[in-house]
C-alpha cells in the first residue's frame, strides 16, 4: 500500500468527487480513479459508491479514513523531523476556530507563529457545524487542532487544555425594559424571545445547560451564525441574546446587561487528538497559544 494511494483517498473523501479531488492533487482524474482502483483491489473492498450524481463512503471507506489520516500524518511527522534537524521547521498545519475565541488573541499567535516559521503553511478554518464538528474534524485527523467550546466531558478521542474563560453577557435594544436594569436574572430571561446560535455551537450548548438545569424553558426564534446578524435582529427588537463578554462591544445599537447565572460561563479549549502525536508545527504553535493565553 503506497501513502500515494492513501493521500488520493483522503482527497476524494474529504472532497466527495473525483474532479474536485484531482483539481487539488494536481494529478489527472484518471490517475486518481487508477489509483482508488487500485487501493480497492488490495484492499478487497469498495471504498466509494459511486453514480453520475454523488460520490458517498461506503462502509469499509469509512473505516478506512481515519487510519489513512493517521498513517498520512505519521508520515508527514516524520518528514518534518527530519526536516526541523536540518533546515528548521516545515509542512503544513490545520486549526478550526469558532467565530470568536474571545480574549484569546489567535491573529497575533498566528502572525508570532509565522514569523519564527514562515516555512510552514497554516490553513485556518471555522466551521458551519461549531465547536461539535471542529471536535469531530480533530479526531477524524482533519484538522491538528482547533479552538474550541465544550461544556461538559470532552468527546473520546480528544484532549483538551483551557486557555480562556469568560462569562456571558446579554444583549438587548436600547429600549427593551431590562437595558436599564444593570442585571438579569434567568428566570426573567425565561420570558423573552431568544436571537441564538445553531446546535453544536459552544455558546448554544452552554446557555441551553444554564436553562435546563434552572429548570426553564426558554424561546429561541432565530438561528444565526454570526454576531453582526444577531446584533441587526436584537437592535430591531426581535429578541434578546447571549454574547461573550468581549464580543458585546462590538455589536453596535445594543444594550449589555449583566446576567445573574454562575452557570453562563464560556470556556475556551484548544483540542487535539489523543491517539496521534500533534507534529512539530502543532506543538509550536501549541506553545504560542499558550503563552498568549497566560
Same mark, same amino acid.
Given at each position: ?65 481515519? $487510519? ?63 465547536? $461539535? ?118 455589536? $453596535? ?42
Amino acid at each position: 500500500m503506497e501513502l500515494r494511494h492513501l493521500e488520493y483517498f483522503v482527497a476524494v473523501a474529504e472532497e466527495l468527487s473525483f474532479t474536485r479531488a484531482s483539481r487539488r492533487l494536481h494529478v489527472v482524474q484518471s490517475g486518481v480513479s487508477s489509483a482508488i482502483r487500485g487501493l480497492e483491489r488490495e484492499l478487497g473492498a469498495a471504498l466509494f459508491y459511486r453514480d453520475r450524481h454523488k460520490v458517498t463512503l461506503t462502509e469499509a471507506g469509512q473505516a478506512l479514513l481515519p $487510519e489513512a489520516r493517521a498513517t498520512l500524518a505519521a508520515a508527514r511527522a516524520a518528514a518534518e523531523a527530519v526536516a526541523e534537524a536540518t533546515a528548521g521547521l516545515r509542512g503544513t498545519l490545520s486549526i478550526g476556530t469558532m467565530l470568536t475565541a474571545g480574549p484569546v488573541d489567535v491573529a497575533a499567535a498566528l502572525g508570532q507563529f509565522h514569523e519564527k516559521h514562515p516555512a510552514v503553511l497554516v490553513r485556518l478554518r471555522a466551521l458551519a457545524g461549531g465547536s $461539535e464538528e471542529l471536535a469531530r474534524e480533530v479526531i477524524g485527523g482533519a484538522l491538528d487542532l482547533a479552538l474550541l467550546s465544550l461544556p461538559g466531558k470532552a468527546p473520546a478521542g480528544l484532549a483538551v487544555r483551557p486557555l480562556a474563560h469568560e462569562p456571558l453577557v446579554l444583549v438587548c435594544a436600547a429600549d427593551h425594559p431590562l437595558a436599564g436594569t444593570g442585571q438579569a436574572t434567568l428566570e426573567a430571561l425565561a420570558e423573552e424571545t431568544f436571537v441564538d446560535y445553531p446546535a453544536g455551537w459552544g455558546i448554544r450548548a452552554v446557555v441551553d445547560r444554564a436553562f435546563a438545569a434552572a429548570g426553564l424553558e426558554r424561546q429561541v426564534s432565530f438561528e444565526v451564525s454570526e454576531y453582526r446578524t444577531a446584533a441587526g435582529l436584537v437592535r430591531g427588537g426581535l429578541g434578546v441574546a447571549l454574547v461573550p463578554a468581549s464580543a458585546a462591544p462590538a455589536m $453596535e445599537g445594543v444594550t449589555a446587561v449583566r446576567v445573574a447565572a454562575a452557570s453562563l460561563g464560556w470556556q475556551i479549549l484548544v483540542a487535539t487528538s489523543v491517539t496521534r502525536r500533534p507534529s512539530a508545527a502543532a506543538r509550536a504553535f501549541l506553545a504560542d497559544l499558550a503563552a498568549a493565553s497566560a
